[in-house]
């Protein structure tokens, strides 16, 4: 068993729907770090958070750390939202681990 | 601010041989971390460099080295390259001593045949 896992693994959605990706950890945390990834490979940093609610845009991500689990939402989504969205537990001050990633995809 | 970059953004090398990676650091940062992520897999963690000293070693063989400068550029060395090495390998800097939030650069992607 991973130490961080995501559900689900795949999402398909269509444009203006309310998605929501899960992260669960079993090891502890000093923050949690959402990320997205495009085709090619290229990651773009979302949100760090070590408690409560964090909001960008259409963005937002919550944690509970005594349930540890974290979710991020997308409101109104629109196919440019469609990557893969990691979430990564920083554990101590160095070491990131990785969930497999949700793949998501919006269609018009 | 200049972000994090990696160089090359490809590479094709034969099983056997030696490969350097090179990554610079996002303008302040003094911390960078090696990623290697297979294809449909998370990142795993390489190891991590702070003031030119290893900070910290994931579960990766010693074949795979580092280095960084006094600039905090850093370099990844893989030795004896195995078909198994085949990834996009990602390196992330960040400041050591404030939110420790990583940045990422846009990989190179690595293929050994």
């Known amino acids: 068993k991973n130490e961080v896992e995501q559900s689900p693994q795949n999402l398909t959605a269509q444009e203006g729907e309310f998605i929501t990706i899960n992260c669960s950890y079993s090891?502890?945390?000093?923050?949690l770090h959402w990320l997205q990834q495009h085709p090619g490979g290229g990651i773009v940093s979302l949100f760090m958070l070590s408690s409560g609610k964090k909001k960008h845009g259409r963005l937002i991500a919550t944690i509970n750390i005594q349930e540890k689990h974290s979710s991020l939402h997308i409101t109104a989504s629109h196919p440019r939202d469609s990557a893969v969205y990691i979430c990564a537990a920083l554990s101590g001050t160095y070491k990131y681990i990785f969930g497999t990633g949700t793949r998501l995809k919006v269609l018009a | 601010e200049t972000g994090v970059t990696q160089s090359p953004t490809h590479l094709i090398k034969t099983r056997g041989q030696q490969v350097t990676l090179r990554c610079s650091s996002q303008s302040g940062h003094n911390t960078v971390s090696w990623y290697q992520q297979a294809l449909g897999q998370g990142p795993q963690f390489i190891f991590q460099?702070?003031?030119?000293?290893?900070?910290g070693r994931g579960n990766f063989p010693p074949r795979f080295s580092g280095l960084q400068f006094p600039n905090y550029s850093s370099e990844l060395n893989v030795n004896a390259l195995e078909l198994d090495d085949s990834a996009l390998y990602l390196c992330a800097s960040s400041l050591q001593g404030g939110t420790y939030e990583q940045y990422f650069g846009p990989g190179t992607r690595l293929t050994v045949t």
């Open positions: 090891v502890g945390i000093s923050a």
């Open positions: 460099y702070y003031r030119e000293e290893e900070n």
